[in-house]
């Protein structure tokens, strides 16, 4: 396995533990409706990045497994990112 998979695989728990966390408190705090919208954000940019870096489309490398990986770092990244602004 690459190394720059497994950064990515260690980077991508730290966030999503993150994300867990923010998604408890607001749990806990009653703000539900706020987290509504991020499975959504997640579920767009995971697909938009996999289909560009996965095959190498829109001028992106190509990278296979390892652009799987970097595309789901960018989209638990760009939805705990959306879930802190917005709340």
Do not use: H
């Amino acid at each position: 396995v690459p190394f720059g998979v497994v950064i990515c695989f260690v980077v991508y728990f730290f966030v999503y533990c993150y994300n867990r966390l923010l998604n408890v408190y607001k749990d806990a705090a009653g703000l539900w409706r706020v987290d509504r919208f991020r499975p959504l954000v997640k579920a767009i940019v995971n697909i938009m990045l996999d289909y560009c870096l996965i095959f190498g489309n829109l001028g992106f490398p190509q990278m296979g497994i390892s652009g799987a990986a970097l595309a789901s770092l960018c989209a638990e990244a760009s939805a705990c990112t959306f879930f802190t602004i917005y709340s």
